[in-house]
């Protein structure tokens, strides 16, 4: 158990939907990332939050958005979804802003039907 | 942020020690290593992190050469339960909109 929640562990939603990710980083922790993996595929970097401003942002589709709270959980939320965005998505977490060793959470995954 | 190569695939069995390496050619200074494992419908999970010369902890070492330019991460006497898909992550201090690139991983498969 990394110490990193995530919830739900799975989305059923149709095209053109919305839906919100969430995630609660390790106890100390002030970074918050956010990546999408599909099938078989690496790991694709979306965005980075750090004491609540974004930090550094990756491939990361206008459709989609996040953001970190004062208490340090984030939301990604996914708007038009489209069937490729069938995916896992993963939060980690880390100490500080720097990169450093990330502690990844258990995945939401999505189907968009 | 260092782009890096790995191979796609490998298989082993059980007991043998595997070596993968991992190439970053325009590794920076101020960069350092990360070894992840990762589970099928699983998050990654850290293994190990080094900047240069050797580390090992209870699970790998990693052996990072004097130009730093690529790294190799061993695993010692390995087992089914090994089987997972293990990627290689060159990152610095981050900077305000460095991308983390994780790359495609290395597939090991443990054969009895």
């Known amino acids: 158990d990394s110490g990193v929640t995530q919830t739900p562990k799975h989305l059923i939603t149709a095209t053109g939907q919305r839906v919100t990710l969430r995630c609660s980083p390790r106890s100390g922790d002030l970074s918050v990332y956010w990546y999408q993996q599909s099938l078989d595929q690496g790991l694709q970097f979306l965005i980075q939050?750090?004491?609540?401003?974004?930090?550094a942002k990756g491939n990361i589709l206008e459709r989609f958005s996040a953001q970190q709270f004062p208490d340090l959980h984030s939301e990604l939320n996914l708007s038009s979804l489209e069937l490729g965005d069938s995916a896992l998505y993963f939060c980690a977490s880390s100490v500080a802003s720097q990169g450093e060793t990330q502690y990844f959470g258990p995945g939401t995954r999505l189907l968009v039907l | 942020l260092a782009k890096t190569t790995q191979p796609i695939s490998m298989d082993s069995y059980e007991g043998q020690e595997v070596n993968i390496t991992c190439s970053h050619n325009?590794?920076?200074?101020?960069?350092?290593i990360t070894w992840y494992q990762q589970f099928p419908s699983q998050g990654p999970r850290f293994i190990i992190q080094g900047y240069k010369t050797k580390v090992t902890n209870e699970v790998a070492s990693l052996f990072i050469p004097a130009d730093r330019k690529s790294s190799t991460l061993s695993l010692p006497r390995v087992s089914l339960s090994d089987t997972a898909v293990y990627y290689c992550?060159?990152?610095?201090?981050?900077?305000?909109?460095?991308?983390?690139?994780f790359g495609k991983g290395t597939r090991l498969h443990i054969l009895p």
């Open positions: 325009n590794i920076a200074t101020n960069d350092y």
């Open positions: 992550l060159v990152a610095r201090g981050m900077n305000r909109d460095d991308k983390i690139i």
């Open positions: 939050y750090y004491n609540g401003e974004e930090r």
